[in-house]
């Protein structure tokens, strides 16, 4: 009796010291993962994009990440990627009146098989910035085999994001005959990773063929 519980103890000693053993490294593991976010903007929307992942997951990990965006006045958006490959995506609408800082938060996570336990290892924030540019254009030439109008940017503007200094547009009939003295465009921008990479896209064109419209002049939205 005594030498089967003697047995009994030391298989059950050796059974937790195995687990232990197992248990160090692949827990050791988790803290080799990587954690990546990025944010970008096109003409539509502000994307957040996050990843939990382990370059050498020797233990077959599967990992997971919770993200959410979040606009300047609170407009919010969330992915929970579950456990798996730990991808998340996630967007928000560009809003000419949300105009700002857009942050993308992520809770990262890793789950062991080994240990049936998750861990919770770390958190990520990335940002992007929205914004609105106005640019007047002065009429320089015609160019009559592309019938385009082409335009220099206004002297002395002072925008720095979408400083696009030269346009072109289609020449369309008009009562004068002629190509437009000044045009005003319109760009919308996001601003965002660690080179502050600007993505600019025009959203209107506005003619006008008074000479001193006052209207036409260039400024910079960062917030409305």
């Not at 937790?16 to 692949?26: C, D, N, R, S, T």
């Amino acid at each position: 009796m005594i030498r089967t519980m003697k047995r009994n103890v030391s298989f059950w000693l050796t059974m937790v010291f195995l687990l232990v053993v197992i248990a160090v490294p692949a827990f050791a593991q988790m803290q080799g993962s990587t954690l990546y976010s990025d944010s970008w903007g096109d003409d539509n929307y502000v994307y957040g994009h996050c990843v939990t992942d382990e370059p050498y997951n020797t233990y077959n990990h599967t990992f997971r990440a919770v993200t959410t965006i979040t606009s300047p006045l609170g407009r919010n958006s969330s992915y929970d990627s579950g456990y798996g490959d730990g991808v998340a995506f996630v967007s928000l609408s560009f809003d000419e009146n949300d105009l700002g800082v857009y942050y993308v938060t992520t809770d990262h996570y890793d789950y062991c098989p080994i240990v049936l336990a998750a861990s919770f290892i770390g958190s990520t924030t990335v940002t992007a910035l929205s914004g609105i540019t106005l640019v007047c254009y002065d009429y320089s030439s015609y160019r009559r085999s592309t019938n385009e109008c082409v335009y220099r940017i206004q002297d002395d503007c002072p925008v720095t994001r979408c400083r696009i200094t030269a346009y072109t547009r289609y020449k369309w009939p008009h009562p004068s005959n002629s190509c437009p003295i000044k045009v005003y465009v319109k760009y919308k921008w996001t601003e965002s990773g660690p080179n502050c990479e600007c993505n600019c896209v025009k959203t209107s064109d506005t003619p006008t063929y008074t000479p001193d419209d006052p209207t036409c002049v260039c400024k910079e939205f960062v917030s409305l």
